[in-house]
Each structure stands twice: as structure tokens, then as C-alpha cells.
């Protein structure tokens, strides 16, 4: 069984940079894919990058191409959110998330194995 627990969040300025973590404990076999989704109050958890962990192919949502950077760190079963340049639209609570197998999977539904989530708050 996959675990998965996030850390990083916190209270940043408009334009302010933040790293999120993201720790997998448990074992996984084949192609796995990890990816950041984020929650707004009174949103729809939306996606926000993906990354599959063997080749470390990346995607991501339009709105953060540029700003964000999703990687992994194989040897410590670890993945991270690099935040550069936050708005105000950015806070929301961030959750890492996986799944086996091969596809784009840009939707909370695809996803089976889920961080509890960490709070990003962007201030003025």
C-alpha cells in the first residue's frame, strides 16, 4: 500500500517562491505516475503537473507552465512542487497523488493514492 504525505506549504508573498514535498512510502512496480493537484475553497480539486516516476516526463497545467516544476528524486521516493513567481490565485491546499499505468491523467478521479495536503497561502 502506497502512503503518501506532503509538507512545504506556508504563507508566501505575491511573487514569492515555495517548495512543496511529497514522500512516497511503499512499494511500487511498473510504470507509476505522480502528480500535484490543488483545492480552493468552494473549487474543484484541479490538476496542476505530472511527472511519471521512472522517466520523469513531465505535464502540466497551462495556468502554471513557466512558474512551476515538478521533479523527483528516485533514490529518496520523493517528489516536489518547485513554486516560482505565486499570485494570489495559486493558494489553495496542495495534494500529491498517484497511480499506476500510462496516460495523461489530468483528473482527481484518475488518481487511487492521495496526500492529505498542505496549505499555500499567498498574501500581499
Known amino acids: 500500500q502506497v502512503q503518501l504525505a506532503e509538507s512545504g506549504g506556508g504563507l508566501v508573498q505575491i511573487g514569492g517562491s515555495l517548495r512543496l514535498s511529497c514522500a512516497r512510502r511503499?512499494?511500487?512496480?511498473?510504470?507509476?505516475?505522480m502528480a500535484w493537484f490543488r483545492q480552493a475553497p468552494g473549487k474543484e480539486r484541479e490538476f496542476v503537473a505530472r511527472?511519471?516516476?521512472?522517466?520523469?516526463?513531465?505535464y502540466y497545467h497551462d495556468d502554471v507552465k513557466g512558474r512551476f516544476t515538478v521533479s523527483r528524486d528516485i533514490a529518496k521516493s520523493t517528489l516536489y512542487l518547485q513554486m516560482n513567481s505565486l499570485k494570489p490565485e495559486d493558494a489553495a491546499v496542495y495534494y500529491c497523488?498517484?497511480?499506476?499505468?500510462?496516460?495523461?491523467?489530468?483528473?482527481?478521479?484518475?488518481?487511487?493514492?492521495w496526500g492529505q495536503g498542505t496549505q499555500v497561502t499567498v498574501s500581499s
Open positions: 511527472i511519471t516516476w521512472n522517466l520523469g516526463q513531465t
Open positions: 497523488a498517484g497511480r499506476r499505468g500510462l496516460g495523461l491523467f489530468t483528473t482527481a478521479a484518475n488518481y487511487h493514492d
Open positions: 511503499g512499494e511500487i512496480s511498473g510504470t507509476y505516475i
